[in-house]
Structures are given as C-alpha cells and as structure tokens.
C-alpha cells in the first residue's frame, strides 16, 4: 500500500513493531516484476482502483483515512462474490535485494497496514505477495473487524488529539518558528496505551493467515 500517512499513523501507535532502518519494504521498480510474477502463480487479474478515500456515506468524519492499493481481485467462489485486495512487498537490506528470501511468516508490523488497507477499501481477504529475486510467498489474510476497532480507535486519537490540532495551529500562524517549542503540547507519548493489546492481537491475525505458496529458485517449498 503506498501509504506513507497510514504507515506513519501506525508506526507513532506501534513502534516497536516495525523493523530497522536496514530493513525496506519498497518494491520501486520491481513492482511490476514481482506482479507478474504474482499473476502468473495464481491466474488472477487484478485492477487498480484510484486513492480511495474511507467511505463518507457509512463514516461520516473519516475521511481522513485513505490508502492506495497495489491492486485488486474480483471473482467468483461457488457462484459468490469474492473480493480481495493484493499488497505486494519487497524486502531487501541496505538496498541488496540478494540478501533477502521470501519469508514463511507474516512480520507483526505489517498487520496495522493490511488491515487498515481491506478495510478502508472494502474488501473481504487480502492476498499478502512476498517478492525477492530470489523466490516468492504468497499469504491469505481475512479481514477482522474487531481488530480494526481497536485500530481506528488509536489511530483516531492520534489523528484527532494530535496532527489535527497541529495543522490548525499552523493554519492560524503559518510560521512556527520553533516547532518542537510551540508544539510540545500535541507531541504524542511513545506509545498508545492499545499498543499491548494491538501487538497482542496481530500475532493472533498472524496465527491465523494462510501460507499459500512459497518457492526458491522457482522450487515449491513445503510447508
């Protein structure tokens, strides 16, 4: 999902989740590689919808939620609609994509991310696709609303206690001339009091998500 707003929200909320600095999750120009790859493996065809924006008609004063998707997979299943959305990663380090394989597990900082993604498009499942030159992994998540309860409720108190307050603050006088001073009073503590419970719940999403497909050097791995 690119994302930035969205992955910084839950990174003020979860910090510890996500992984070092060494670690990126970019995919840059070989998203289009690791697609294909991706549409091949399953026989999918996937779409790309515009920004979207938290529906406004069932979330009156959530529009300030939105993701973009890497894509998405309309079908059928026993003559039902299925809806899934696909998000794509590329995890290297220090920008050497040789270091890194495909992983057999879900990292917990992702969960924020993927849920917050199905639900803000409206989508049902998520295929999770692990790209690296040298092999793939795809993953089945499902999307829980009870977790993205306790989700928004962290992040709209970030939004709403802090970042709106600050672009009001910057409206009214357009130079802070020392922001770290003038806007202590909105700097949020290191962690949301649902940070235990949201990590908690993440490894129980992770627990819960399907390992579909991995492979290395284009070998089937088991599972």
């Not at 929200?9 to 991706?38: D, N, W």
């Not at 499942?125 to 692990?130: C, E, I, K, T």
Request: aromatic share 12%; proline share 7%; hydrophobic share 40%.
């Amino acid at each position: 999902m690119k994302s930035f707003t969205f992955s910084l929200f839950t990174y003020r909320i979860t910090p510890h989740m996500f992984p070092c600095q060494e670690v990126s999750l970019g995919c840059g120009i070989k998203e289009e590689e690791a697609l294909e790859r991706y549409k091949l493996i399953t026989g999918n065809t996937v779409l790309f919808p515009e920004f979207q924006v938290y529906s406004a008609k069932t979330n009156p004063g959530d529009d300030w939620l939105a993701a973009s998707p890497d894509g998405v997979v309309d079908g059928l299943v026993y003559g039902l609609s299925s809806r899934g959305v696909l998000e794509i990663k590329c995890p290297f380090f220090n920008g050497d994509m040789s270091k890194a394989s495909p992983w057999s597990r879900i990292p917990l900082y992702c969960i924020p991310q993927a849920q917050g993604l199905m639900e803000i498009v409206d989508r049902d499942w998520m295929d999770f696709y692990v790209w690296t030159p040298k092999g793939s992994s795809l993953f089945r998540l499902y999307r829980d609303a009870e977790y993205w309860d306790a989700l928004k409720l962290a992040l709209s108190d970030f939004w709403w206690q802090h970042v709106h307050p600050a672009r009001e603050c910057i409206s009214k006088s357009p130079v802070v001339l020392d922001p770290l001073t003038d806007l202590r009073s909105l700097k949020p503590l290191p962690r949301h009091e649902l940070c235990s419970y949201i990590v908690y719940d993440s490894k129980r999403i992770v627990d819960e998500s399907r390992l579909l497909m991995r492979e290395i050097n284009g070998i089937l791995q088991s599972s």
